[in-house]
């Protein structure tokens, strides 16, 4: 099997085997190795949070979509949430955010890109989305300077996964206030797909990737980092959207769990377990 495994996925083989995978597949975790999805950057975040959600023995994680306009990732995000938590069990609650009448206007400061955006691009038709959304799915509409800290104030699942697609630099630090408003809930590794990073007019002085390097310098004890390894076991190790995963790290969270694991004990029986 493992060498047929590796034909399979040598090409021009795997083409074909991509195929029916894509559309006879029903385990999630071949789905994903395979990428053989629309969005394979959400399945992945979305499976990599349940997983850890598992590591941590937690029952039930947030995912989250920012930027959701026509409303076709987020209907995704709701797919793959269901098919991750029958395989997983791990109960996946999802949320998108919007201002659902589009972008809110650039700055004229460059870091927003404001030649390249302009208010009210995508904007979103509220009726239609809403009467494909399940009863998993919320949307919280609104300005994400007012709607993120009222998330953190209430009871919610640890965040697993978050999908920034939100354009600007300006918006982008307001998401990321999620891993720092006092009261967040977390898992240990939060897993992140930045959209706007690999364009022509992408740069680390703007935008998205600022944001990153502006949080990481403001704060201590939780790091944004590329997803290292990412690529590891996957089909197609080529494929642009890998270069936009990220994870955010507690260090904090990661602390506490190595001082509150019991002691190891050497009954010589070999290694630490």
């Given amino acids: 099997m493992p060498l047929l495994r590796r034909i399979l996925e040598e090409p021009p083989f795997r083409l074909l085997t991509y195929l029916v ?104 038709d509220v009726p239609t989305l809403k009467r494909r959304l399940t009863r998993r799915t919320e949307l919280r509409l609104g300005n994400i300077r007012e709607t993120v800290p009222r998330f953190v104030s209430e009871t919610n699942p640890p965040m697993g996964f978050i999908a920034c697609d939100v354009d600007l630099y300006s918006s982008t630090t307001e998401i990321l206030r999620l891993l720092s408003l006092p009261g967040k809930r977390m898992l240990r590794r939060v897993f992140m797909y930045f959209d706007d990073i690999d364009g022509v ?31 590891r076991e996957r089909v197609f190790i080529d494929r642009p959207w890998l270069k936009k995963m990220f994870i955010a790290h507690d260090l904090e969270a990661i602390n506490k769990a190595v001082l509150d694991r019991p002691p190891f004990r050497d009954f010589g029986l070999g290694t630490r377990p």
Avoid: C
């Fill in 21 to 124: 995978v894509k559309h006879f597949a029903t385990s999630i975790r071949t789905i994903d190795r395979w990428g053989a999805v629309g969005r394979p950057h959400y399945l992945a975040g979305v499976l990599g949070a349940a997983d850890q959600a598992l590591r941590e023995n937690v029952k039930e994680i947030s995912v989250f979509e920012f930027g959701v306009a026509g409303g076709n990732g987020l209907v995704a995000l709701q797919t793959y949430a269901d098919a991750v938590e029958r395989e997983t069990e791990v109960k996946i609650r999802v949320f998108g955010f919007d201002t659902g009448v589009g972008l809110p206007e650039p700055s004229k400061d460059y870091r927003d890109h404001p030649d390249q955006w302009r208010v009210g691009d995508y904007e979103m």
């Fill in 201 to 231: 007019v992408n740069h680390r002085f703007a935008g998205e990737l600022l944001a990153i390097q502006e949080f990481n310098d403001a704060n201590r004890l939780v790091k944004i980092d590329a997803w290292r390894g990412v690529e």
